[in-house]
């Protein structure tokens, strides 16, 4: 069995063989051309010129600039040397008749790696003089380029490093003015916390403190003990001290007591209410308000003495000995005040000076820091200037890094044979290769060809998708062009292999399936041949077998087995359908087959296919025959397979060799297994294949083939032979 690829291309051949003509009469049209041109005329005779560069050894060199310019200089590729500076002066000083097309003719060779360190430079031109002209200015253009480039990566580097200098300048000032502002500020703490100052003074500060300390006790114990003397707090000490030294309110008691000495001696004779004794009375009121107000006056408001007329009396009592120990009291309590006084003052100024002590690490840190970064900024400015100043030093000693190894020397070039082959060679071969042309050109429109022309191909899509492949049955011989071609006369030999298709969906089908639907996914796979076909298949092994048409949408195929079609079935569809004895007829001429005929063609076929009425007619079938084949329309021209497929109990999909379309196909199959419609398989129709082969191998096969005749991946094989010839017959199995 031959290939897929060859079928296809047989296949092609057969439809686009004009095509494939004329690719090939024009590839041996255009050879005929190409042999009947005169030769070409002899190329003029073209000369090389070929020089070499070195690289240049330099001189010594007093700066590190220089070594690193000599250095970069030596790296050069071909952007380099044949940059625009080096072509323009090339041009403008040699007279070039194409300057374009004699740029592309220079060629360089530059040394690899273990090579020695030389430039080969090659230029080809028709004109002896101007070949050796053209390469000696190329050669003196690129070592003048290479000084220039060394020149100007020195000045680019010299005003770079100019940039850096004045950059770093800055970066130097500002940081020497940070270090001396920081100076300025903190310099004197700095120096009295490094040389003891700072310490010697807290020190001195807490010894001054202990010093006051004992003063103010010795001031409490003598305050003290003159308290206890007077039995008077140094408050009320001070207040007595006060009211006694002052001579107006001395005046006023006198005053008072005479006024009470005076009421006392006229209390026996007189009333109260005498006239003498309220002036009296009056008097002793006023002398009482005025020394209240005057009390007031020398103590003022201390909220510690009460500034009533027998308390003032009483405090300002005093005699003079009391009254000088009052006073001492008074004293002594102004010098505690003032000792106080200097204690915060000397333990504030302590609290600074230890504050400035602790933060003296970090000042320290600080200054550390600054001038560090004073340093660090003074030796990168030191090391851009040296830098500076050994790059303008080197821009003396610049020099090329290429010199002139060997001058340019002339050779003449060889050109190759140019000659056409002969006039039958050139024939020869554009026929081969029209021939050539014309089997891609078919062979390309082979592929471009959607429909499966092999059992293979089809087999491949069906394993794909875990589709069983139930038969591969072969061409059979119509009877006439309107009838199909059935298993009856000169096709009576192929009646075995649709046994063997029958067998193989008993097989694989459930026990209990009886109700059959066979579809194709478009027309002219030959859907109706094998539902007919397998029918009486089925009839000839003696099962009670009844076909039912159930593409409403053609016309029937009844007379293909002598049944006459009932014409009133169009026009009464539902009635043709509810009447066994009308749609129901047996197949005069094979035993045990009846067959359903269509009524169509119908406008409204789906409204038939959902009637009550062809439902009953499949339920009345179930039940009275052993396998009832539904013959639907294909899937792609409507869905009346899909409405017949719930009253059935499995599908079988019928593929047709070069009719199928992969893509269709594929999808079609994608689209049933995942909406889990229940395929029991799929046959290959319209394998090409002899009668008499066909009919030895389907000979080697029983009726029910056993489990042991199944090859490789179920494949079904004859007994006893191997497993190569039958898949041509029979295909793979799920």
Known sequence: MSSPIVKRFFVSLSKNKWIGLAVSIIVAGGASVVAILPPPAPPPTRYKAIGQLAFSNPPPTATETGKVLQEQGRVLDRPTLLSEPVLQGLVETVDLPNPVESVRRINLQLPKEGEPPLIRV????????????????????????????????????????????????????????????????????????????????????????????????????????????????????????????????ASLRTQILQAETQMQMLANDLRPEHPTMRELNKQLAAYNELLTERANEVIGSDNVFDARPREIRKSSSLDPTRQQLAAQIGQLRTQKEAIEQQI???????????????????????????????????????????????????????????????????????????????????????????????AVVILGMSFLDPKVYTAKELQDILSERDVAVLGELPVLVPGSEEELPLLLGVNAPYLDLYELFRSNIRRLSPKSTKVILVTSVSQGEGKSVVAYNLAIASAHAGKRTLLVEGDLRSPSNAQAVKLAVDHDAQAEPLSYYGSRNDSVRLVPDVMNLYISPSAGPQRKAAAIVESSELKSLLEDARQRFDLVIVDSPALTTCNDALLLQPQTDGMILVTGVGVSQAKILGAMLDEMTEAEMPIIGAAINAVPLPVPELYSKASAFSSAPSREALGSEGTLVPMGQDTEEPEELIGSGR
């Open 122 to 249: 090659e230029y080809v031109d028709t004109n002896e003089e101007r070949t050796a002209r053209t390469l000696e200015v190329l050669m003196e253009k690129m070592i003048e380029h290479s000084r220039m480039l060394n020149t100007s990566r020195l000045r680019s580097q010299i005003e770079a490093l100019q940039k850096r200098v004045e950059e770093a300048k800055a970066d130097l000032a500002e940081a020497e003015q940070e270090f001396y502002r920081f100076m300025t500020r903190e310099a004197t703490g700095l120096v009295a916390a490094q040389d003891g100052t700072l310490f010697m003074a807290i020190s001195a500060g807490q010894q001054q403190q202990r010093e006051l300390r004992l003063q103010l006790d010795t001031v409490n114990a003598q305050i003290q003990s003159l308290s206890t003397q007077l039995s008077l707090t140094p408050e009320e000490a001070f207040v007595a001290s006060a009211l006694s030294a002052d001579p107006i309110i």
């Open 344 to 438: 915060r003052t000397v333990r504030r100024t302590e609290e600074e000076l230890r504050l400035a002590y602790e933060r003296f690490p970090t000042k320290q840190l600080e200054q550390a820091r600054l001038q560090q970064q004073v340093a660090i900024r003074k030796q990168f400015h030191d090391t851009m200037q040296g830098a500076l100043v050994d790059a303008q030093s080197a821009e003396a000693e610049t020099i090329s890094s290429l010199s002139l190894a060997s001058p340019p020397r002339l050779e003449q070039v060889e050109e190759p044979d140019s000659s056409r082959p002969h006039p039958v060679i050139i024939l020869a071969a554009g026929y081969v290769g029209a021939v050539v042309a014309g």
